[in-house]
């Protein structure tokens, strides 16, 4: 895989960063050369080799439907940059 | 041939249906609707940095309980993955949901399709069901998202995170629908399904029961599907039917000048009945499913599989077979009763003690529903007992009270004093009908004085009947009955009618 400008500025909007144009080519370097090492991988057959999603063997890890006392609608509101006594007030999301 | 006619519907829909568990779906906050905005919050739901999920047991119950109902097949060992994107009413930036592993995989919704054209099978026309069978893709389970509320005036959004979190399994169909009336028909049996087993309450106004139509159109015999849209925002089954009718119209429309166009999600307007192109800044749906590190893989053993088995209620297929073969009611009448699970639970307490079924089945379907709906109340708010009901009409059947004093004096008292029985309440009111002619003596000597009245008045009649007119029997019994103000058993006055025209 090769990564373009086209590709940096999708991945950066997918992420909702900003980058500074003329750090774009230092950062296309460094993304192509850590794909180029994570290539090697490629080497390794991995035929018949189910994926690997979790290190732990752990299973039904669940929890019994009941409630418990959570957060206060007073501290979860707390930190908001933006609030009223009801809601999180953010950017109008749509016309 | 109308332009149209050319061209077919093809349909699949997307139904949430939002599991009313009491906790979340990976987090321990309270799952409940209507409560003051940001109240049933956590630091998960917020996305406080160092919280993690785990899965609500129940949830699993719930959706493998709606799977076996489907016929679907349970998923051995199912996974949770990541959706990534961003938006204001879900903090984490990701919906933990199950992309590659579904927990239920395949099975088929069956609908009734009322049908009424005239055919060599059905030459009269008649208005007849038919089965038809809706392939389903998968059941999978995950997360609601928040409320974002966009004011007019307003020039922020705002966020409630109540609903974020909620468990959720959303059923997705094959696009085997093809008109708007099967669409409305897969979204009831879904709602019916999802109300008998308890998962959902099936309020589409609220929200916990919402769909999303994927819909094209192409000429009918092409076997290739058409460039479909996704509609959102449909909150009722008649919303969702005017949306069908109207992206049938545009997109036939469009097809026909030959114009083409992309796949899309559009918005559906219930003011206008339209649908609006949805502009999203976001150009593709790029979500980047990943497995969700923060929760074990779940595997679903048959153990686990037989116990759901065993709460399995009885569902409205079965009984509405059981109703029409077994107890012999009509389609319609089956159908009512089983259109909720309340009222075929009821009538199924009714049928324990009665065996006129039919009876059972007009007290239910008309004196209590009229009862219920006068007051806007529902089945479980009634105030008397399934079995003082299906008593009454043991009663009626054995002869002991008579049907109109039942609707008339007898049920209208059972309403106000619901401890009480039918039989009770007749026997207080001396409403009881005689039943043995030996243990009335009186009031036999009482109705042979009225029928010698009528003898007495009607002289021509008795002369006719004696000279073998044997029908105007049912006239002296009518008579007598009024006499009697509908307190005579019937049975009773027949015999002596018939006694005392023999002398």
């Not at chain 1, 370097?29 to 994926?51: A, C, F, G, H, S």
């Not at chain 2, 409320?147 to 959303?170: Q, T, Y």
């Not at chain 2, 003082?388 to 009270?401: C, F, P, S, T, Y």
Request: with cysteine; hydrophobic share 40%; proline share 4%.
């Amino acid at each position: 895989m090769i990564i373009n400008k086209e590709t940096l500025k999708n991945i950066a909007h997918l992420a909702r960063l900003d980058f500074e144009e003329k750090e774009a080519d230092k950062m296309i370097l460094n993304m192509n050369k850590i794909l180029t090492w994570m290539e090697q991988l490629n080497e390794v057959n991995t035929d018949n080799v189910m994926p690997l999603i979790h290190i732990s063997r752990e299973i039904n890890v669940l929890r019994e439907d009941v409630v418990k006392p959570s957060l206060s609608h007073e501290k979860g509101l707390l930190n908001a940059p933006k609030k009223d006594s009801n809601y999180f007030r953010v950017p109008k999301v749509i016309e | 041939m109308i332009m149209k006619d050319k061209y077919e519907l093809v349909i699949g829909l997307e139904v949430h249906a939002q599991l009313q568990t009491v906790s979340k779906a990976y987090f321990s906050e309270e799952n409940t609707y209507g409560s003051m905005p940001n109240t049933n919050i956590s630091v998960l739901t917020l996305a406080h940095p160092g919280t993690l999920p785990k899965a609500n047991k129940t949830s699993f119950d719930y959706a493998i309980k709606m799977g076996l109902a489907l016929g679907s097949q349970i998923t051995e060992e199912t996974i949770f993955a990541r959706k990534n994107y961003f938006y204001p009413d879900l903090p984490k930036g990701y919906q933990i949901t199950q992309d590659k592993t579904p927990i239920c995989i395949g099975g088929n919704v069956i609908i009734n399709l009322k049908d009424n054209q005239i055919t060599p099978e059905n030459p009269e026309g008649k208005t007849i069901n038919k089965e038809h069978s809706i392939r389903l893709t998968r059941i999978h389970l995950e997360e609601d998202a928040g409320k974002s509320l966009h004011i007019d005036g307003e020039e922020e959004s705002f966020i409630d995170l109540n609903r974020a979190g909620v468990p959720l399994i959303e059923f997705v169909s094959e696009p085997d629908i093809r008109s708007a009336d099967e669409a409305h028909a897969y979204l009831t049996e879904i709602r019916k399904l999802v109300r008998y087993l308890d998962v959902c309450d099936g309020n589409m106004e609220e929200g916990s029961l919402r769909c999303d139509v994927n819909i094209s159109v192409r000429l009918i015999g092409a076997t290739e599907y058409g460039t479909r849209a996704e509609i959102k925002n449909l909150n009722s089954f008649s919303n969702v039917k005017r949306a069908i009718e109207y992206e049938f119209e545009r997109q036939t429309a469009l097809v026909e000048q030959n114009i083409t166009f992309g796949q899309e999600t559009r918005m559906f307007d219930a003011t206008t009945g339209t649908t609006t192109s949805l502009r999203m800044k976001e150009a593709m749906n790029d979500y980047r499913y990943f497995p969700e590190p923060d929760l074990t893989p779940v595997v679903v053993d048959k153990t686990w599989i037989e116990r759901i088995k065993n709460l399995m209620p009885a569902l409205p297929r079965a009984l509405f077979l059981k109703f029409t073969k077994e107890y012999n009611l009509s389609d319609y009448d089956a159908e009512v009763i089983t259109a909720e699970k309340e009222t075929a639970m009821y009538f199924e307490e009714m049928c324990k003690i009665t065996k006129n079924y039919k009876a059972a089945c007009n007290w239910l379907t008309g004196n209590i529903k009229g009862y219920l709906n006068e007051r806007t109340l529902a089945l479980n708010q009634f105030p008397i007992s399934a079995k003082n009901m299906a008593e009454m009409v043991n009663l009626i059947d054995a002869g002991k009270i008579n049907h109109n004093i039942a609707a008339k004096q007898i049920y209208p008292k059972m309403l106000e004093n619901p401890t009480k029985s039918a039989e009770m309440i007749a026997t207080e009111d001396n409403l009881l009908l005689s039943t043995n002619i030996a243990d009335n003596e009186a009031f036999n000597l009482e109705v042979e004085g009225f029928i010698g009245e009528i003898m007495a008045n009607f002289p021509a009649k008795v002369a006719e009947y004696k000279a073998g007119k044997t029908g105007l029997l049912g006239m002296f019994v009518g008579e007598v009955m009024k006499k009697t103000k509908g307190k005579a058993n019937p049975k009773t006055v027949n015999e002596l009618v018939v006694k005392m025209l023999a002398l």
